[in-house]
């Protein structure tokens, strides 16, 4: 059975990080792109970043630019979301996927997880 499992979502205060993981099973990311979205409350899901299958591209919406990275490890079928500097207006369901671009024509999502950025 193939699947997306996103782990590392939580409770966060302002200005602190999380690390989010995204590590496949039953098939191989290394021919992947493999984006990040959110979802928040009451607000239609959308793109946070991208990362290429090889790694070597990269690339962030505006809102989280500067404070999100994402890398990846093909070696552990794992793609990674560094968050730091999280503001409130980061919470959302944090979603991945095998592809980029807008999310109306992604067609595969794993389940996501939880971050809440609150005092």
């Known amino acids: 059975q193939l699947q997306l499992v996103e782990s590392g979502g939580g409770l966060v205060q302002p200005g602190g990080s999380l690390r989010l993981s995204c590590t496949a099973s039953g098939f191989t990311l290394d021919h992947y792109a493999i984006g990040w979205f959110r979802q928040a409350p009451g607000k239609e899901r959308e793109g946070v970043s991208c990362i290429s299958s090889s790694g070597g591209n990269t690339n962030y919406a505006d809102s989280v630019k500067g404070r999100f990275t994402i890398s990846r490890d093909n070696a552990k079928n794992t793609v990674y979301l560094q968050m730091n500097s999280l503001k409130p207006e980061d919470t959302a369901v944090y979603y991945c996927?095998?592809?980029?671009?807008?999310?109306?024509?992604?067609?595969?999502w794993s389940k996501g997880t939880l971050v809440t950025v609150s005092s």
């Open positions: 996927a095998p592809a980029c671009g807008l999310p109306s024509n992604i067609n595969y």
